[in-house]
């Protein structure tokens, strides 16, 4: 099984759509969780940290579920600058400073 | 803002030459990783460094080898390029469990 996973999409959907992406982890001991978007043929760029009670930040929300070894980011009101991939990020089994990486889900905001 | 430099862009070597990529991070970080991206496997961990002089094995060094002489550089050796190594390697930084910062990516041919 994967460290991480994640759905590839791609999530085709229409400007002001919400949508929703989850990513499981296998690794229970987890402790630090991120989200990050990488646009085409660009580096990777912190999103947003999710936090044990979930955080927002603006249009987009994080939320972690221990018990089932998830975390998920929505996106409301979407708009045509978040298409983009979006990585789901967990530390590795056994560190706490490595990092591992989901392969990524797609987003293209329709106009 | 935390900047993260990597020496090139893109480059073209050949099969059988040395390689070395190079990464300087102005943060003062301890945590310096590389990575590289192929599609449809996302981000790979090749080495991760934890101090000065200090390395870990990520999940595919085979075939690389790394160097961190000052806290603010590491880099990236091919002691031998092969084909199967042309990919886009980032370089990222960061402090002990904080989010990475990642540079704009070395996109490396090995022809």
């Known amino acids: 099984r994967k460290e991480v996973e994640q759905d590839p999409g791609p999530f085709n959907v229409p400007e002001g759509a919400t949508v929703a992406f989850n990513c499981t982890y296998s690794?229970?001991?987890?402790?630090?969780f991120f989200w990050y978007r990488q646009d085409c043929r660009k580096e990777p760029k912190l999103l947003m940290s999710?936090?044990?009670s979930g955080n927002e930040d603006g249009r987009f929300t994080a939320q972690l579920n221990r018990a089932s070894q998830y975390i998920s980011l929505l996106i409301r009101d979407s708009k045509l600058s978040d298409s983009a991939t979006y990585l789901c990020v967990v530390n590795k089994r056994g560190s706490a400073r490595q990092l591992t990486f989901g392969s990524g889900t797609q987003l293209t905001v329709l106009p | 803002d935390v900047k993260v430099t990597q020496s090139s862009r893109y480059l073209v070597k050949r099969t059988g030459e040395k390689v070395f990529l190079e990464c300087v991070q102005d943060?003062?970080?301890?945590?310096m990783f590389w990575y590289r991206q192929d599609p449809g496997l996302g981000l790979r961990l090749i080495y991760f460094s934890y101090d000065v002089k200090m390395k870990e094995k990520g999940d595919i060094p085979e075939g690389y080898s790394v160097s961190r002489e000052k806290k603010e550089r590491f880099s990236l050796i091919l002691e031998s390029a092969s084909t199967n190594q042309t990919s886009m390697y980032l370089c990222?930084?960061?402090?002990?469990?904080?989010?990475?910062?990642f540079g704009d990516g070395t996109r490396l041919s090995i022809l």
């Open positions: 990222a930084s960061s402090l002990r469990e904080k989010s990475p910062h």
């Open positions: 943060m003062d970080h301890e945590n």
């Open positions: 999710v936090y044990s």
């Open positions: 690794n229970s001991a987890s402790q630090s």
